[in-house]
């Protein structure tokens, strides 16, 4: 008897701690290039984590009213600030694999609004596209989709944005990593497709000097 205790002691013991890793992970706060924890509702800038070919910040058609989400090809060139809202209003930390929207932060009243969200591409090349006009708040299928993720990069390369709302609406079967994909005429759109690579990138908190339009 005191055998049988002892090993389902073990057992239980030892599932214990091999669930302490997915807890931590899934708790894991998001950090900008300073170390220091996203905050919703505070202005970063997306940048991806390599420099010259690798292209620059993230931005829109339209930096005045934004349309399509895009990256610069130049690493000059400062990105459009954007926030981030997560889908549980308990913690303002934004942490990995987090359902949330991301907002282009902008002074101008626009008629349509600054929130991301995928659409349908006519290119057959991305099956995807992300770009504004999207809901804030209202987890739910007919908000699907506006929500993001932000998952760690591959080894410890930064971080990777991710279109995957299975909490959010479970019936919608679609999760992607964003990439970018270059159209000669609209320039390098963040895009959903299995023939990209993820972007890979950096969170840069937007200091007391800089300006959103």
């Not at 000059?76 to 209003?89: D, I, K």
């Not at 690579?197 to 950096?202: A, E, G, H, K, R």
Request: aromatic content about 10%; glycine content about 8%; charged content about 20%.
């Amino acid at each position: 008897m005191k055998s049988t205790l002892l090993a389902w002691f073990t057992f239980l013991l030892f599932a214990f701690v091999l669930s302490v890793p997915s807890i931590e992970a899934s708790t894991e706060p998001v950090l900008d290039i300073q170390g220091e924890e996203l905050k919703a509702g505070t202005e970063y800038i997306i940048s991806s984590i390599f420099w010259g070919a690798g292209g620059g910040d993230v931005s829109a058609t339209n930096k005045t009213c934004p349309d399509d989400v895009i990256q610069y090809s130049l690493d000059l060139l400062q990105g459009l600030p954007v926030t981030f809202s997560p889908a549980s209003s308990e913690d303002d930390v934004i942490r990995v694999s987090t359902d949330l929207n991301i907002k282009f932060s902008i002074k101008k009243a626009c008629d349509h609004s600054s929130v991301w969200k995928i659409q349908k591409s006519s290119n057959s090349e991305v099956q995807r596209l992300v770009t504004t006009g999207g809901e804030e708040g209202n987890p739910g299928c007919d908000t699907f989709t506006n929500w993001f993720k932000i998952e760690k990069g591959a080894g410890i390369l930064g971080y990777k944005l991710v279109y995957c709302p299975e909490d959010i609406c479970p019936s919608v079967g679609l999760c992607r990593d964003v990439g970018i994909y270059f159209e000669s005429n609209r320039g390098r759109i963040l895009s959903l497709s299995d023939k990209l690579s993820p972007f890979l990138v950096l969170f840069k908190k937007v200091g007391p000097l800089s300006s959103s339009i």
